[in-house]
């Protein structure tokens, strides 16, 4: 095996793979990657079992073969070497040189045929979506996924489709029991997409698809035998999904509208952000009184301090005071576009809700503590 690389290409490809590979695993070559070239190409391959990822870099082939390597040394060579191209080889023992300028490294890898088999996906639909949009679902649901493993079927993101034909909307729901995040956005050519049950993507499978889409200003996406799958151009995404039902969620969004309050996003933000500077994993809570164009926040903790903070608000009704978690509101508002938010509150133990003025794409319900 022998090939020359563009050593920012090969940078970039094993850079991507860094997120898939199990660091703690009792299966060593899952600490590696595979490489293995492929018409005049370098095809990387990375896997945990769940999530997959097999991208192709142009390369020029002296001497076709493969090889798995470990990721994590294998990038931090590359990252700290110094120049424009990338010689790498391999001999019969496996043993792998790469040069680059005047630096040489050898190290030592495994067979390929050690490396689990990651199958490629063809002839399935796939739905060209928009890269930013799917981008902006995960990030604007993502925050609530629940981390509790025993509740597996909110441990990813309920995804489905909304409306018919060409009025169709692509869905992301998540919910950690406490909170619940809602975002949809335009399905592009996936309006072809049917998701009447909809599907359970994982938590760690949606960031990396996060991060391949963001760079991208279209993706195909489409499911094959329990496997969501993402493609690019040169990059193919693969994630099993979770297989269980998803709690109707619908019944959480409330029906009668609470207290409405408008306030501009960046100016509670920041308030609450000094707020949560109080907050522990014992006490997050910050306590919002409502008075005559006020709104007062406190957040005291037995530990650290005291905190509070004065905004104005058009508010003239009666004085109310609620409890949230601080971190909850924090996350909600910051996944808001829009300037001005929109702030539905109820009394008792009924949940607020958080919203982009005029955005009806997004919602976010938080359950109040008590006080």
């Given at each position: ?292 164009k006020l709104m007062v926040l406190n957040s005291n903790n037995p530990d650290v301090g005291e905190a509070n903070e004065e905004i104005d608000v058009d508010y003239a009704g009666e004085e109310m005071v609620v409890s949230y978690n601080v971190n909850y509101l924090i996350d909600a508002i910051a996944a808001v576009d829009e300037e001005e938010v929109s702030f539905e509150i ?13 955005n009806e794409d997004y919602l976010c319900i938080v359950m109040p503590l008590k006080l």
């Amino acid at each position: 095996m022998e090939f020359h690389i563009d050593r920012n290409t090969f940078l970039e490809g094993i850079q991507k793979t860094l997120g898939i590979v199990e660091r703690k695993t009792t299966i060593p070559i899952l600490n590696n990657i595979l490489l293995r070239t492929e018409d005049n190409q370098i095809k990387i391959v990375a896997t945990d079992r769940e999530i997959s990822l097999i991208s192709r870099y142009d390369a020029r082939i002296a001497v076709p073969g493969d090889i798995t390597l470990s990721v994590k040394k294998l990038h931090e060579m590359i990252r700290e070497t110094q120049g424009e191209t990338i010689y790498f080889s391999k001999n019969d023992q496996h043993q792998v040189t790469m040069t680059c300028n005047k630096a040489i490294y050898r190290i030592p890898g495994m067979p390929a045929d050690e490396y689990p088999q990651v199958v490629e996906v063809e002839d399935i639909p796939l739905y060209r979506v928009s890269g930013a949009v799917l981008t902006d679902l995960i990030r604007k649901t993502s925050f609530a996924v629940s981390t509790d493993e025993i509740r597996m079927n909110l441990n990813g993101i309920f995804m489905e489709t909304v409306g018919l034909g060409d009025s169709s909307r692509l869905q992301m729901v998540a919910t950690d029991g406490h909170r619940l995040a809602m975002a949809r956005g335009p399905a592009g050519s996936a309006g072809g997409l049917e998701l009447e049950k909809g599907v359970i993507i994982p938590r760690k499978g949606l960031w990396e698809v996060r991060k391949i889409a963001d760079n991208e200003a279209e993706v195909a996406i489409g499911f094959d035998h329990g496997m969501f799958i993402m493609k690019t151009k040169n990059i193919t995404v693969k994630v099993s999904m979770i297989d269980a039902e998803y709690p109707d969620y619908r019944r959480v969004i409330p029906v009668e509208k609470g207290t409405a309050l408008q306030f501009g996003r960046d100016k509670v933000l920041h308030a609450l952000r000094r707020m949560s500077v109080i907050s522990s994993d014992r006490y997050s809570g910050v306590i919002i009184t409502l008075g005559n164009k006020l709104m007062v926040l406190n957040s005291n903790n037995p530990d650290v301090g005291e905190a509070n903070e004065e905004i104005d608000v058009d508010y003239a009704g009666e004085e109310m005071v609620v409890s949230y978690n601080v971190n909850y509101l924090i996350d909600a508002i910051a996944a808001v576009d829009e300037e001005e938010v929109s702030f539905e509150i109820n009394l008792g133990m009924k949940p607020g809700v958080v919203r982009g003025m005029g955005n009806e794409d997004y919602l976010c319900i938080v359950m109040p503590l008590k006080l």
